[in-house]
Each structure stands twice: as structure tokens, then as C-alpha cells.
């Protein structure tokens, strides 16, 4: 099993629609969590860091954390073109030692207009 | 937000030569900076973890001998790539964590450093 991991896609919506991009990890005493977007050929772009449980709002973005089930989500409100990307789940387990993000594969998502 | 920068951001070099890559926050100190590699429509691969003032921890697999790590100051971290080779040919990026462990630390990253091995 993967430490961190997200679905490959490309998860397709239409401009407008609502993203939805997923990501469950494997530590349970994880407690930072980030994602992260890629566009093709640059380095990635922090969106969000969330460290409790709960949903947190930024603009279109909001990052959804649930430990018990050990998944972390992203929503992404009113798809635009300019949004597709590759979105980076990353995961800090704060494991005495090892100060590291864990980063998933990724997810591509494509908004066509 | 913290800003990372990178230099160069792409070069192409002769097989069997040096490349030293920099990595410098510009607006925080850095305790430590990551090095990671990233080959196309592949994940990052962490290569090695900077400490300031002290020697760099490397992942398992990666050559120390090869990845050469300095980060002799708070904001500039060096990566060289000794005796290049065509399959070191990759996208090198560099990231900076801002902040305490534990609570709110971030990795902010770099631009990334395209390296091509002729």
C-alpha cells in the first residue's frame, strides 16, 4: 500500500462544475496535510495546508481533512480552464525522525470549456 | 508567500561534466531545503533532505558521492551533479520549509532547474 495516494485520472468536468480531487494516506498520526498544483513543466504551487479536522475555505478552493478516515480532499468551485493541472496531495506524518512530505502521484484534471 | 528561487533554470551540459544547481529563499531563512527529481509525467522523488551547517540526509538509492548537497547559509542550498551522465537528464527542484515541526511548517518550492546530459 501506497503511504499516500490519489486517483491518476484525468478527472475531466466541465468549466463551471465542481472539482472534486481525492486522497486517503496510510499514517494514521499524520497531522500535516498540503495540496499542491503542477502545471506541465513547472514546479509545484502550494493551494492549501490543512491541519484539523473540518473543511477549510480559500476563494474557489476548499480543503476537506477527515483523520479517522485518513483521507484529505480538494474542492475546487467553478472549474475554469486555467485549473487544469496536476494536483499534489502531500502528507507530513510528524513521525519523530522523519519531518518529510509524502507526496501521492497526483491527479490530472481537465477542464474543458 | 515565501519565495524559492532557482539558477539555472535550464542547462545543457557535456557527458561527464559538473552541474551545481542553486536553491535560495529570498524573503525567509531556510534550516532546511529538499532536493527532488522529477523525470516526465512521473511523481517528485525526494533525493535528499539540506540541513544548515550540517550534512545533507539522502533517500535511499541516491549516490552522495554523485548529488553533491552544501547548504552553508540560511537561504542557499547547492545541489551538483558530478560526472553527468545522460540518465541524470531531469527536472530538479528545490524546496524550502518555512516554519515549526509539528505545527505550521510549509515547503514552499523553486522553480525547478531542467538539466539535459548531451
Known sequence: QKEVEQNSGPLSVPEGAIASLNCTYSDRVSQSFFWYRQYSGKSPELIMSIYSNGDKEDGRFTAQLNKASQYVSLLIRDSQPSDSATYLCAVNPNRRGYNKLIFGAGTRLAVHP | ?118
Not at chain 2, 86 to 94: A, G, L, R, V, W
Request: aromatic share 10%; net charge positive.
Open chain 2, 1 to 118: 508567500g515565501a519565495v524559492v528561487s532557482q539558477h539555472p533554470s535550464r542547462v545543457i551540459c557535456k557527458s561527464g561534466t559538473s552541474v551545481k544547481i542553486e536553491c535560495r529563499s529570498l524573503d525567509f531563512q531556510a534550516t532546511t531545503m529538499f532536493w527532488y527529481r522529477q523525470f516526465p509525467k512521473q511523481s517528485l522523488m525526494l533525493m535528499a533532505t539540506s540541513n544548515e551547517g550540517s550534512k545533507a540526509t539522502y533517500e535511499q538509492g541516491v549516490e552522495k558521492d554523485k548529488f553533491l548537497i552544501n547548504h552553508a547559509s540560511l537561504t542557499l542550498s547547492t545541489l551538483t551533479v558530478t560526472s553527468a551522465h545522460p540518465e541524470d537528464s531531469s527536472f530538479y527542484i528545490c524546496s524550502a520549509r518555512i516554519g515549526t515541526s509539528g505545527g505550521s511548517e510549509t515547503q514552499y518550492f523553486g522553480p525547478g532547474t531542467r538539466l539535459l546530459v548531451l
